[in-house]
T-cell receptor
Framework: AQSVSQHNHHVILSEAASLELGCNYS??????LFWYVQYPGQHLQLLLK??????LVKGIKGFEAEFIKSKFSFNLRKPSVQWSDTAEYFC??????????????FGRGTSLIVHP | GAVVSQHPSWVICKSGTSVKIECRSL??????MFWYRQFPKQSLMLMAT?????????EQGVEKDKFLINHASLTLSTLTVTSAHPEDSSFYIC???????????FGPGTRLTVT
């Protein structure tokens, strides 16, 4: 079964600091990769996704992530965080299943707090 | 676009009763819907996947007779927690997805408390 590891459970930064959140997955086949964000009091929403092509993907609000196949990683980055980036971040992987369906697996999540 | 609603947003019920939670995709047709449980400070645990018009696929360890999922149309899925017990108290989240590009659109969640 697929597993997704997020190494940083809690991250505290000051505004303008750079951010990198780690994500590693275990599946060796074709995967679709996602980062979702959950702002306080809001529901989960998509931050960015990777399906194929350029391994460096850009998402909303200045976030980007790099897919490194050899390392089974999909780390999230932002060069300069803002207070409004305070949220819970989830890495997710879709593993292909039979019949064209897929099985999503989520990492444990990383709580990011940005101090103004 | 791609809005998913859940109803109710919170519910309190007595032990032994059943509770139904609705998940609707408001502005798109969802070929697949997912149901998750989220425990405090923990990740989302996938409970089941449902495709419109077919039986739900439950993850290992999830009792299908206890958590009844119905995906009656391309815009509606329901989760019924039957004979609820206090240990079923949790935050239940649904999501919906197109056939492609596969990202999920999440509902706001339903807080279930069983007394």
């Amino acid at each position: 079964a697929q597993s997704v590891s997020q190494h940083n459970h809690h991250v505290i930064l000051s505004e303008a600091a750079s951010l990198e959140l780690g994500c590693n997955y275990s599946y060796g086949g074709t995967v679709n990769l996602f980062w979702y964000v959950q702002y306080p009091g809001q529901h989960l929403q998509l931050l960015l996704k990777y399906f194929s092509g350029d391994p460096l993907v850009k998402g909303i609000k200045g976030f980007e992530a790099e897919f490194i196949k050899s390392k089974f990683s999909f780390n999230l980055r932002k060069p300069s965080v803002q207070w409004s980036d305070t949220a819970e971040y989830f890495c997710a992987v879709n593993e292909g299943a039979s019949g064209g369906s897929y099985i999503p697996t989520f990492g444990r999540g990383t709580s990011l707090i940005v101090h103004p | 676009g791609a809005v998913v609603s859940q109803h109710p947003s919170w519910v309190i019920c007595k032990s032994g009763t059943s509770v139904k939670i609705e998940c609707r995709s408001l502005d798109f047709q969802a070929t697949t819907m997912f149901w998750y449980r989220q425990f405090p400070k923990q990740s989302l645990m996938l409970m089941a996947t449902s495709n419109e018009g077919s039986k739900a696929t439950y993850e290992q360890g999830v009792e299908k007779d206890k958590f009844l999922i119905n995906h009656a149309s391309l815009t509606l899925s329901t989760l019924t927690v039957t004979s609820a017990h206090p240990e079923d108290s949790s935050f239940y989240i649904c999501s919906a997805s197109h056939r492609e590009p596969y990202e999920q659109y999440f509902g706001p969640g339903t807080r279930l408390t069983v007394t």
